[in-house]
């Protein structure tokens, strides 16, 4: 009678701590990169929405540091596909900066894992 408890209690201790973790890994998966206070028809603009899409890709792909090559190789690899995920977007963005088209809702771009 005691072992049947044992095992049910085991159980939604390990369910208590999994929890948090998968939670954790789905809502990492994306990172909103905003750009409402930059000028990105300026170079300076650009080069900070690179550098924050590139920060978006480091949050969405995080490993912790290893120095293990396979792993730190699968970082990179997942890290630029996050920011190629990003590109079109970027793109548009600095399009219509250049053209002089005002956009008051879309102010950010989304970084993800594909």
Do not use: W
């Amino acid at each position: 009678m005691l072992k049947p408890l044992l095992v049910v209690a085991a159980v939604v201790a390990a369910s208590a701590l999994v929890g948090p973790t998968v939670s954790q890994a789905a809502t990492t998966n994306s990172y909103r990169v905003s750009y409402a206070d930059l000028n990105l028809a300026s170079d300076h603009g650009r080069q900070s929405l690179q550098r924050r899409i590139a920060f978006g890709a480091r949050v969405v792909c995080e490993v912790e540091d290893s120095r293990e090559f396979a792993l730190a190789t699968a970082t990179n690899a997942c890290r630029g596909d996050a920011i190629a995920s990003a590109q079109p977007a970027y793109d548009a963005a600095v399009g219509a900066a250049r053209r002089g088209t005002v956009q008051v809702l879309e102010s950010a771009l989304i970084v993800t894992v594909p």
